[in-house]
């Protein structure tokens, strides 16, 4: 790798923290990067997947005032997604890259459309609990676990756009502030990317010069991304989730 690829890399890994941090889909930053680099694509996802491990700890730990009283839920769905995390490592050895291609634009697409209408349909829900005399559940209940167990499986598989995915279901399912379900989409993160980075450092091949990279710079990123993001009204918030997911789409088609 020459200095400029090298600096090149490490800019990504400050774009995608910051990103991630706010949103997720840092991804759609490192990964081309690195495949302009010359490494191939596992090795790309593989490297990618350990440099963004400290990115989403530094912006969990720039989120940490909005996780206060959220420590069972943190638990509950951090289950969740350690399964999940390491099913889609797993698929990402074991199938070929082209068997995500077709459903993870629809997949990203329904999300959007979920953040679009998640306050009409939080006050929807709310007004059909509130005729029935039911509450929502304060994890989220069965729905939300198997959606997020999927999500977590495709962020250990690829992971581009996973925050979306995540805040899509948690925004209409959790009777939560956007904000506090950012910050529980970082701790998330955390537990995908770690427990595919520990899967990938046993059984796949790692450039571990890239991964120091994107480390350096995503963790720079995420502090970077927690002070812009947690001053976002709701509002902007949702604008910029579907502006990064509909670049995601746009990506994914066209790669």
Do not use: C
């Not at 495949?35 to 694509?41: E, N």
């Not at 005032?65 to 420590?71: A, P, V």
């Not at 634009?105 to 953040?115: C, E, F, N």
């Not at 002070?227 to 789409?249: K, Y």
Request: hydrophobic residues 55%; charged residues 10%; without cysteine.
């Amino acid at each position: 790798m020459s200095i400029w690829e090298a600096l090149a890399v490490f800019g990504a890994g400050i774009g995608a923290g910051a990103i991630n941090t706010i949103v997720g889909s840092g991804t759609l930053i490192t990964f081309p990067v690195l495949l302009a680099t010359g490494l191939p694509p596992i090795t790309a996802n593989v490297s990618n997947t350990l440099g963004l491990v400290p990115g989403s700890i530094s912006g969990a730990i720039g989120y940490r005032r909005e996780l206060q009283g959220q420590g069972p839920r943190v638990l509950r769905l951090g289950i969740t997604a350690l399964v999940g995390g390491l099913a889609g490592a797993v698929l990402l050895l074991a199938l070929p890259s082209s068997a995500f291609d077709a459903i993870v634009p629809a997949l990203i697409g329904i999300a959007l459309v979920l953040v679009v209408l998640q306050p009409r349909l939080a006050r929807t829900l709310a007004r059909r609990r509130e005729r029935n005399g039911t509450h929502v559940p304060a994890h989220g209940g069965p729905v939300l676990f198997a959606g997020m167990l999927l999500a977590s499986a495709y962020g250990g598989y690829f992971g581009a756009a996973q925050g979306v995915l995540y805040l899509s279901l948690m925004g209409v399912l959790l009777d939560e502030d956007l904000q506090r379900i950012n910050a529980l989409k970082n701790v998330l993160a955390v537990v995908v990317n770690g427990v595919a980075a520990v899967f990938f450092v046993l059984a796949a091949h790692v450039d571990w010069t890239a991964v120091l990279l994107i480390a350096v710079g995503s963790v720079i990123g995420g502090q970077i991304g927690a002070r812009i993001g947690r001053r976002l009204p709701p509002v902007a918030l949702r604008g910029i989730i579907v502006a990064v997911g509909t670049v995601a789409i746009v990506q994914l088609l066209l790669k």
